[in-house]
DNA sequence: ACTTTATTGTTCAATATTGAACATTATTGG
DNA sequence: CCAATAATGTTCAATATTGAACAATAAAGT
């Protein structure tokens, strides 16, 4: 049965794609490590960055941003809450969701995190020229469009 | 403060390494769902292919090349073997060791959800030429290098 | 107005993952 | 041969993540 194997390891964007999934994931793991010193987890960071960027957004948003689900919010935000790093205030209009800022600290611990993340993005990609990057990052917007399509399919074909 | 805000969103690399990141992550989470037929998720994808690919390699093998904790091993096999998916058997010449080896089952799944990882990758990737399939791939394993001297630094310095 | 449906967030049980401490077996240095 | 060190796998507690069921509020349909 190599006959498979052999058309499976042979298929180069399989390949390129493999290489693609074990870049990200060697990067997570030692974005992990450089974020320890600050205690925290790439996914507080994903959270600090966007609340950053996108001021007073909703858990759902910020769930759906995340590609994680709304209980993961539900967990994770009264804990970095506790730790003073965001703040949650219940929306006057709409009194179902709560809408999301970082604290003073929380800023704070957001640029140095942010820091972390670009200078360790420099380091590892500095071997890449910039076009080729772009040329990167143009393929990654065309499979993520792509990817949102398979979703969408699998969600209305439920 | 939005000075340094402008500054880490205009790092070109930065946002190219982010649409990367997002691309894996969706990739991960379509795959997910569409594993979810065979019942299996993609930690056991990877140790069925790998496994496919390397019969007799050991549990410590395994985990270095997945990048994962030997604990996580030693839950994970496990339940794969009482599943009738794996089989381990102890080295003769070194009794610490255990030897893994896909059942006739595994095979058979792994071949299955390979299937559905390659078709999945290639819808996805078809919209992207293998010219520029390859290249990325490149610079992934030029980012693959420097990450695994990032490693290799903390480590040392430790 | 009122009933139904949808949205937002929470809770809970199930599952996954990790690192540290540990037991067993190999290897190395004397 | 023996003691010290290293390697392999396991266990356990801590933490994360998910999906389903739920409660509260809003929106839509009648």
């Given at each position: 049965m190599?006959k498979n194997?052999?058309l499976?390891?042979?298929?180069p964007?399989?390949?390129?794609?493999?290489?693609?999934?074990?870049?990200?994931q060697?990067?997570q793991t030692?974005?992990?490590?450089?974020?320890?010193?600050?205690d925290?987890?790439p996914?507080?960071?994903?959270?600090?960055?966007?609340?950053?960027r996108?001021?007073?957004?909703s858990?759902?948003?910020?769930?759906?941003?995340?590609l994680?689900?709304?209980?993961n919010?539900?967990?994770?935000?009264?804990?970095?809450?506790?730790?003073?790093?965001?703040?949650?205030?219940?929306?006057?209009?709409?009194?179902?969701?709560l809408?999301?800022?970082?604290t003073e600290?929380g800023?704070?611990v957001?640029?140095?995190?942010?820091?972390?993340?670009?200078?360790?993005?420099e380091?590892?990609?500095?071997?890449?020229?910039i076009?080729?990057?772009?040329?990167?990052?143009?393929?990654m917007?065309?499979?993520?469009l792509?990817?949102?399509?398979e979703?969408a399919?699998?969600?209305e074909?439920a």
């Amino acid at each position: 049965m190599n006959k498979n194997q052999a058309l499976v390891w042979d298929h180069p964007r399989f390949r390129s794609w493999i290489a693609v999934a074990r870049a990200c994931q060697l990067m997570q793991t030692v974005l992990t490590r450089e974020l320890s010193e600050l205690d925290i987890k790439p996914p507080h960071l994903d959270i600090l960055v966007n609340l950053y960027r996108f001021e007073g957004i909703s858990q759902q948003e910020l769930a759906r941003k995340l590609l994680v689900g709304r209980s993961n919010m539900s967990m994770t935000l009264p804990q970095m809450e506790k730790r003073g790093l965001v703040e949650r205030r219940g929306d006057t209009k709409d009194k179902r969701v709560l809408r999301l800022f970082l604290t003073e600290e929380g800023r704070a611990v957001a640029e140095e995190a942010m820091a972390i993340q670009t200078g360790l993005i420099e380091r590892t990609l500095s071997s890449t020229p910039i076009e080729q990057c772009h040329a990167m990052a143009e393929s990654m917007e065309k499979i993520i469009l792509a990817l949102h399509a398979e979703m969408a399919d699998e969600t209305e074909s439920a």
